[in-house]
């Protein structure tokens, strides 16, 4: 009796609290809609929008766009019960549980969610009247949206993609009738994307209790996942888990180049209430929990709000790498639209000002887009003085009128700076080298604020429209109690990220263009490194090029040719001798010219770094030469790489760009290492290329040839390579 009045108490709460604007006019959840997606979405996404539903009894809401599915019961409380994958038909949830969980003051608090599920292998729908709501923040109300954009990015220079997502967002209201939680309320926010089986949610907490309340923990996601495999031993470090849906949140760094490396919140534990499970000592990692775990006090005042790390969750539908590869990269170019743009930069290394203007003036000669003075150079963005503003105002004004962009470098971490603003070793209270990089200045402290203000100001005073800021915050906790930017060690980690975040959005909603050597995509910055080891910059040329090629091959599985950079030492790098560079450049036009291609043929900028773009007419025409053959495949190129065969200096290597939707389907560049001439048949898979049957196929835009395509969309191929040389392909 008492559990039927609790669920009584909730459904007449519902319809008083929830307005017919927000539920009552939504439209109905119908059968037809449940049907599985039968084209492949990464080549033929459904024309379906995204949209919130409700059953016609008003107990149920589906998030819902054709590819993925995601239902909520509004009784007892708010509970997800269901998350589907349409393509495949996999159900990823075996177990409900709480919307979110927050920790305030020193005591955990679920949000949503409710109790009685005694099966938690799997879950049945009709087991959904037997449960009781049990958490202390429970559902109120809900508000339903378009898609607003996370930046308002201001694309300046060529971007592949500059349209703006689209889709719907869902917000869940939780109040809590304890008297310790009175004024604290809880928004669980969904974004559903049009076209992509992605939701990205988040929570906000806003504080109006009168008092000043810790936050410890806030797991704005916690899913009970069915599981992997089934392991009658084993922990759960030693257990697959689950790849049917991969999870990102814009909470990640440590420079590893690679986001899973990154990443500081997804947390997979075992369920010790699923007690069917096949390991012997319930350690199955079969719950999915996303929280910053060095974020552990982080004050919210009366009056404030807080909002927690953004959790990307796309469903996968394969195993295959390649595939789950394309799905993420769609992923970025949907949320995170400024990592498309990829201008074409020269890293100049300068000693005066005269030397920029001829490296502007070397760009605009040859079809270069930007500048960037990089370290080592005259250049020095913390130097707010009058002389200095002046003086790169001018530089500055000089390039633009050349229609060049230009920007420059700053070294954040890796530096010593004081006893005051280094971080502090929460295990000696000292600044005994406890940083990332040994010795760096925290964010946080009177310098680290002021550092801030300084590039601030310096871009804005200069015009300046690039900003390569190395070593950004790498996630270093700071113990000190006198830095203005923390409170101490419990909030230091999350203070000082805001604050580089804060950074990045300033310079992304201002066109200001971003090479990071973190992960900050999701949070503005355009472009990261590829991945590569900087000291085999000074090995032999020879060498370099199939390292190169290695680097590329490898470091565009999960990233778009645009969001990477690479490296090319014009002049002598970190060692090495004169086999080891271009300079003089017209001695070397041929590994000059092939370094490039295996850059630009990748869709790849790499960092050319040194005095000048040329020293000769006949290297000036080299270099144009290639640039131009950029612009012409620009589209193409900066599509999505297939992986064909990665180098090993034995055989041919290479890779294929494809792109469904442009007039080049797909480019083909291939390499040959070896010191003779060789002749190979290769298939090229052009499923995705959209191609079916046939495909016109063209060497170095020679005369096109048809090919019969297998039932894969495989096309074989025979190409001879000459010796230590390439070769391209143009699919249409």
Same mark, same amino acid.
Not at 205 to 217: A, D, K, L, P, V
Not at 410 to 421: A, G, N, P, Q
């Given at each position: 009796?008492?559990?039927?009045?609790?669920?009584?108490?909730?459904?007449?709460?519902?319809?008083?609290?929830?307005?017919?604007?927000?539920?009552?006019?939504?439209?109905?959840?119908?059968?037809?809609?449940?049907?599985?997606?039968?084209?492949?979405?990464?080549?033929?996404?459904?024309?379906?929008?995204?949209?919130?539903?409700?059953?016609?009894?008003?107990?149920?809401?589906?998030?819902?766009n054709g590819l993925v599915r995601r239902s909520f019961s509004l009784l007892p409380d708010a509970v997800c019960f269901d998350i589907r994958n349409m393509s495949n038909g996999q159900q990823l949830?075996? #177990? !409900?549980?709480?919307?979110?969980?927050?920790? &305030?003051?020193?005591? $955990?608090?679920?949000?949503?969610?409710?109790?009685?599920?005694?099966?938690?292998?799997?879950?049945l729908p009709e087991w959904l009247q037997s449960l009781h709501a049990n958490a202390a923040f429970q559902y109120q109300s809900l508000e339903v949206g378009l898609l607003k954009p996370y930046l308002l990015w201001k694309p300046v220079g060529w971007a592949a993609h500059k349209t703006r997502a689209t889709g719907i967002s869902l917000t869940m209201h939780y109040t809590s009738g304890q008297p310790a939680l009175k004024g604290i309320t809880v928004d669980v926010h969904y974004e559903l994307y049009d076209r992509t089986p992605l939701?990205?949610?988040?929570?906000?907490?806003?504080?109006?209790?009168?008092?000043?309340? #810790? !936050?410890?923990?806030?797991?704005?996601?916690? &899913?009970?996942?069915? $599981?992997?495999?089934?392991?009658?031993v084993g922990k759960e470090d030693m257990l697959a888990v689950q790849h049917g849906i991969y999870f990102e949140t814009n909470y990640a760094f440590n420079n590893a180049m690679r986001y899973d490396i990154s990443d500081q919140t997804l947390h997979w534990r075992a369920d010790t209430s699923y007690t069917s499970q096949v390991n012997y000592d319930l350690h199955t990692p079969c719950v999915a929990e996303v929280y910053p775990e060095k974020a552990t006090g982080v004050d919210l005042v009366n009056g404030g709000s807080f909002n927690s790390v953004r959790t990307h969750e796309l469903l996968i539908d394969t195993y295959d790498r390649e595939r789950r590869g394309l799905a993420i990269r769609h992923m970025y170019r949907i949320v995170a639209p400024w990592t498309t743009e990829n201008p074409i930069f020269l890293h100049l290394v300068s000693r005066n000002d005269a030397e920029v203007r001829t490296a502007v003036d070397q760009c605009v000669a040859t079809g270069y887009e930007a500048v960037i003075l990089s370290f080592g150079s005259h250049c020095n963005l913390e130097d707010t003085s009058a002389a200095n503003l002046r003086r790169w105002r001018g530089l500055a004004d000089y390039a633009h009128k050349k229609g060049i962009r230009i920007g420059g470098y700053?070294?954040?971490?890796?530096?010593?700076?004081?006893?005051?603003?280094d971080v502090i070793d929460p295990a000696t209270g000292l600044p005994d080298k406890?940083?990332?990089?040994?010795?760096?200045?925290?964010?946080?402290?009177?310098?680290?604020?002021?550092?801030?203000?300084?590039?601030?100001?310096f871009f804005t005073a200069t015009g300046f429209d690039i900003f390569e800021n190395d070593g950004p915050y790498p996630g270093d906790v700071c113990a000190s109690t006198k830095h203005p930017g923390h409170k101490g060690l419990d909030d230091s980690q999350w203070a000082q990220m805001e604050l580089q975040k804060g950074l990045y959005h300033w310079c992304n909603q201002r066109g200001i263009y971003i090479n990071a050597?973190?992960?900050?995509?999701?949070?503005?910055?355009?472009?990261?490194?590829?991945?590569?080891?900087?000291?085999?910059?000074?090995?032999?040329?020879?060498?370099?090029?199939?390292?190169?090629?290695?680097?590329?091959?490898?470091?565009?599985?999960?990233?778009?040719?645009?969001?990477?950079?690479?490296?090319?030492?014009?002049?002598?790098y970190q060692g090495g001798g004169p086999e080891a560079i271009l300079e003089p450049l017209q001695d070397h036009l041929k590994d000059y010219e092939q370094l490039m291609m295996q850059y630009y043929g990748a869709g790849v900028q790499a960092c050319y770094r040194g005095p000048r773009l040329y020293d000769t007419e006949q290297t000036r025409l080299r270099v144009v030469q290639v640039v131009d053959w950029y612009k012409r495949y620009r589209d193409i190129l900066n599509a999505d790489i297939i992986h064909l065969r990665r180098a090993d200096g034995r055989d041919w290597d290479g890779w294929m760009h494809v792109n469904e939707e442009g007039a080049v389907r797909g480019l083909v560049l291939l390499f040959n290492p070896l010191k003779q001439s060789i002749t190979r048949k290769i298939r090229l898979p052009l499923y995705y290329t959209g191609l079916a049957g046939q495909a016109s196929i063209s060497e170095r835009e020679g005369a096109p040839q048809l090919y019969k395509l297998n039932g894969l969309s495989e096309a074989e191929v025979t190409v001879t390579l000459a010796a230590e040389g390439y070769t391209w392909l143009v699919v249409k």
């Open positions: 009796m008492k559990h039927f009045l609790a669920i009584l108490t909730c459904y007449l709460c519902l319809f008083m609290t929830v307005s017919a604007q927000s539920l009552g006019d939504l439209p109905i959840w119908t059968p037809s809609l449940d049907q599985p997606y039968q084209d492949d979405w990464l080549i033929h996404p459904p024309d379906a929008k995204a949209a919130v539903y409700r059953t016609a009894d008003s107990k149920q809401i589906i998030l819902f949830l075996r #177990s !409900i549980k709480p919307e979110a969980s927050i920790t &305030l003051d020193g005591t $955990e608090y679920a949000v949503g969610g409710a109790a009685g599920q005694s099966e938690n292998a799997y879950f939701i990205v949610k988040w929570v906000s907490i806003e504080n109006r209790s009168g008092r000043t309340m #810790s !936050i410890n923990r806030v797991k704005n996601e916690v &899913l009970g996942v069915v $599981e992997e495999e089934s392991a009658v700053s070294l954040f971490s890796s530096r010593k700076i004081s006893d005051e603003d406890a940083a990332f990089f040994g010795h760096a200045p925290c964010l946080g402290s009177k310098w680290g604020l002021g550092y801030l203000a300084r590039l601030k100001k050597p973190d992960w900050y995509l999701l949070d503005g910055t355009n472009k990261i490194a590829l991945g590569y080891r900087e000291v085999n910059f000074s090995l032999p040329r020879d060498h370099q090029m199939i390292l190169n090629r290695q680097n590329i091959f490898d470091g565009l599985w999960e990233k778009t040719p645009s969001m990477s950079w690479g490296f090319v030492p014009l002049t002598k």
